[in-house]
């Protein structure tokens, strides 16, 4: 692999959809910024290097953050451009322009303000108190019937936990599971990021029509509820958004959270079945949970990386980055980066720094949704273990130990599992 890489295309190709690993890590040694051959993207694989990208909302645009180098800036961008006014004059023939991942402030600042006031503490600490019914309801179908843990468990578990944090009604959460829980074999969309990630057309058109009808419903009789708050929510300074922009938000929080948010829980699930000596660390201290989680974000990031656009020449880590360059700042990389993390490809659960990692993004991007993803994760590992003895990868569907089968998402943009078939026993209290 380390030999070769310059012949593999990340974008387009397969053979680094199972371990990209090896390839970023080539990348890295060879030098931390480097443009790729293939698409010439320049790939960020340095941890240093990929916060100096994420940090800087003056020199790299977000506009591009969800597709990369497809389908490219409608027009030539070169020494004499005034990127920052093409990217407003033609904002809207980009792709995804209007969810927040590719908003630029003044705008993100904007939308994003409105998203955390939906976000709030408060409603974040309800949420979570919902979560442990929510987990032991999925579990009892699991736990009965078996089959497909991110199917059968981890979508379900994610899609109720979203569902109400937004407030949707009890009586709609079961269509919502039928409308936007996937068949993950079908699943390949190159779109996404850790604001808005693994987001299509079907799911999306779904949520803006059921948001847009719950917004205007809520606008025109409040109500003591979720929905109402989402309704009556207020940008900054004080102005009330547009229906549309409120469905936005809500969208997007409903898709990325959702779509990231398996591919932990898969990842995490992977580990603990994989390794007994791990899950026995876990089964004998719980609290340890919360840095495993950690771990297994830094070393299993859901989302590869995002994509900027260098608004000027300028210099990253020293390289220089000529005006109108795509760049990939690819957290899986910047994670196993060994100038910050010791023995970056092993996984050690009790990792000090463990998180340091930017699976869920750094800077004005940052994932706003990290704190519910990570009591969702916390939650439903801590409830499967108190509910089983034992957890076992089934090597029936996977293969033996020595010589395991996965699939992953045939993306350049998410990192996951297509399904995961588990061999579980039961704890004698939780039949």
């Not at 998402?409 to 990192?415: C, S, V």
């Amino acid at each position: 692999m380390v030999n070769n890489f310059q012949d593999l295309d990340f974008f387009l190709g397969q053979e680094l959809v199972a371990d990209p690993y090896p390839y970023f890590d080539a990348l890295r040694e060879q030098c931390p910024v480097m443009r790729e051959p293939h698409h010439q993207v320049m790939m960020v694989t340095g941890y240093d290097e990929a916060l100096e990208v994420y940090n800087d909302v003056e020199r790299f645009s977000s506009c591009n953050a969800v597709t990369g180098p497809f389908p490219g800036f409608p027009v030539p961008l070169d020494e004499n451009s005034d990127v920052g006014a093409l990217i407003a004059e033609h904002r809207d023939s980009l792709p995804m322009s209007d969810q927040l991942p590719t908003m630029d402030p003044p705008m993100h600042s904007e939308h994003r303000a409105l998203l955390m006031r939906l976000i709030t503490p408060k409603r974040l600490k309800e949420n979570e108190e919902a979560m442990w019914s929510m987990a032991d309801r999925m579990l009892d179908h699991y736990l009965a019937n078996g089959g497909d843990y991110m199917r059968e468990f981890a979508g379900p578990f994610t899609l109720y936990v979203i569902a109400d944090l937004l407030g949707v009604p009890s009586d709609d959460q079961e269509e919502f599971l039928h409308a936007l829980q996937r068949d993950p074999h079908r699943e390949g969309g190159n779109v996404g990021s850790t604001e808005g990630e693994g987001m299509s057309h079907n799911p999306i058109e779904f949520l803006y029509d059921r948001f847009s009808a719950y917004i205007e419903d809520r606008r025109r009789s409040p109500r003591n509820d979720v929905l109402t708050s989402l309704a009556t929510a207020t940008f900054p300074d004080g102005s009330q958004p547009e229906v549309l922009d409120v469905v936005r938000v809500a969208a997007n929080v409903f898709s990325a959270g959702q779509e990231t948010t398996v591919r932990l829980l898969s990842a995490a699930m992977k580990l603990i079945a994989e390794r007994p000596d791990i899950q026995a660390h876990l089964r004998e201290d719980k609290s340890r949970i919360q840095n495993f989680i950690e771990e297994a974000l830094r070393m299993e990031s859901p989302v590869k990386g995002d994509f900027r656009l260098a608004k000027s020449t300028t210099t990253v880590g020293g390289t220089d980055v000529p005006v109108g360059t795509v760049l990939m700042v690819v957290n899986g990389a910047a994670n196993r980066d060994p100038r910050r993390f010791d023995d970056p490809s092993t996984f050690d659960p009790a990792r000090s720094n463990a998180r340091q990692h930017i699976a869920f993004g750094r800077g004005a991007h940052t994932c706003p949704g990290a704190p519910l993803a990570r009591a969702e994760a916390r939650i439903a590992i801590e409830r499967l273990l108190d509910r089983t003895t034992d957890l076992r990868i089934d090597a029936g569907v996977h293969g033996p130990a020595d010589a395991r089968e996965y699939q992953y998402l045939p993306t350049f943009i998410l990192r996951g599992l297509t399904s995961l078939h588990l061999e579980v026993d039961v704890a004698e209290d939780a039949r």
